[in-house]
């Protein structure tokens, strides 16, 4: 009788009446492997035969009891997640599973993780000083892994539903008032990146949208800028990659006073690329760059930031801050939220009003000033 090749079946029906399929694997170690699939009848049990085969075509391997959590993870990595995110998002998946996941759980087999191991190891992980917002991060992955396990039915169910995300301490935005933001604008005139500061203060850039902004992106003429990138460290290396939503990808008309200091800093950088002359790095058109090309790196401009901060005894702030900076300022004028959502790129207005709720205007008093005329027949 010839030997059965790797992926064929077979189905045949056993005494007790029921149909059983078995796929062969192969071999693993010496070891020969196959996995048994039953049904009531043999069009059951022929369906779930065809769909391993097919999962086989894809790479997904069928459960066997014997795959751990990281192994799982590993693959799933690998086949879902790698083609689907950012490569930013990738390399931050990789790096909670390596660092967080595979050494707690990772030798857990995938059959029979519980709900209760889940929740203990967040609680640990919390207890050890992690951030809720990194055990989220760690519960989300693990979630959308074992949600994938599901769709392949390596598993029958995911275990992290049954458990519970830790809570975030409410922060509320404090930005720089509008005269601390006048009086640091002021101060650093003569900064070689002043125009940084005072583009993400006028347009809410996100840090990545403002050092991925390219000189393709600024149009003089009409006054507007595109964003369409984002600027991010990969792998050893800085690449343009696409802003983050659909929302995200906006065009932005720029106050004439930032367009003015947008061209004096190109003819800046014209002489600093002079000066260089085959030192000179910038492959990308960057508008923003150190002094001999390169991307800067945003964790060197949060220094500088706060650097000139501390100079002028303003408070500590991150460079993100200078988004909500630029939002608290324009809610102080009354524009409208929608406009404001827009400006910022939100994927929802309902973002923008859970996020400066608390800079809005006293609409509980002007609500209750109205009901008051009302009531008393001066309305």
């Known amino acids: 009788m010839a030997r059965r090749g790797r992926n ?3 189905i045949t029906k056993r ?5 059983m399929g078995v796929l062969h694997l192969g071999y693993e170690g010496g070891k ?18 065809v769909k391993a085969q097919r999962d086989l075509q894809l790479g997904i391997k ?13 693959r799933w990595l690998a086949t879902t997640a790698k083609p689907k995110v950012r490569p930013s ?12 996941i595979a050494p707690q759980l990772g030798n857990v087999k995938l059959a029979k993780l519980t709900a209760e191991q889940v929740q203990r190891f967040m609680n640990d992980k919390q207890a050890a000083g ?8 760690i519960r989300a992955v693990l979630f959308q892994a074992l949600k994938q396990a599901v769709d392949w039915d390596v598993i029958g169910r995911n275990v992290v539903e049954r458990t519970k995300s830790p809570k975030l301490p409410h922060k509320e935005v404090t930005p720089l008032s509008k005269s601390q933001v006048l009086t640091f604008l002021e101060s650093i005139k003569g900064d070689r990146l002043e125009v940084l500061y005072s583009l993400v203060v006028a347009t809410g850039l996100r ?28 792998e050893g290396q800085f690449k343009l990659v696409d802003v983050k939503t659909a929302r995200s990808r906006r065009t932005l008309a720029v106050p004439d006073v ?11 950088q014209a002489a600093e690329k002079l000066r260089s002359g085959a030192a000179w790095k910038d492959t990308l058109k960057l508008v923003f760059t150190t002094p001999t090309g390169a991307p800067i790196h945003a964790s060197n401009i949060t220094h500088h930031f706060q650097r000139l901060l501390a100079d002028l005894g303003l408070p500590r702030q991150r460079f993100h801050d200078l988004r909500h900076c630029c939002a608290s300022l324009l809610i102080a004028e009354n524009t409208n939220m929608k406009l404001v959502s827009d400006h910022l790129g939100h994927s929802q207005i309902g973002i923008t009003m859970d996020l400066y709720a608390h800079v809005l205007p006293d609409t509980k008093r002007e609500v209750a000033k109205t009901m008051n005329s009302i009531l008393t027949g001066n309305h």
């Open 62 to 74: 069928p459960a066997d009891g014997t795959t751990t959590v990281e192994q799982f993870l590993d």
């Open 8 to 10: 064929e079946g077979h």
């Open 15 to 19: 005494q007790d009446g029921r149909w």
């Open 89 to 100: 998002t990738f390399a931050r998946y990789a790096a909670l599973v390596r660092l967080h």
């Open 207 to 234: 840090q990545g949208e403002a050092l991925g902004l390219t000189w393709d992106d600024v149009d003089f003429q009409a006054g507007v800028i595109r964003i369409r990138n984002n600027l991010q460290w990969i």
């Open 258 to 268: 930032i367009m003015k200091s947008l061209k004096q800093h190109r003819a800046k």
């Open 32 to 49: 020969r492997r196959r996995k048994h699939f039953y049904g009531k009848t043999r069009a059951e049990v022929s369906a779930q035969l």
């Open 130 to 137: 992690l951030s809720p917002r990194t055990v989220q991060y």
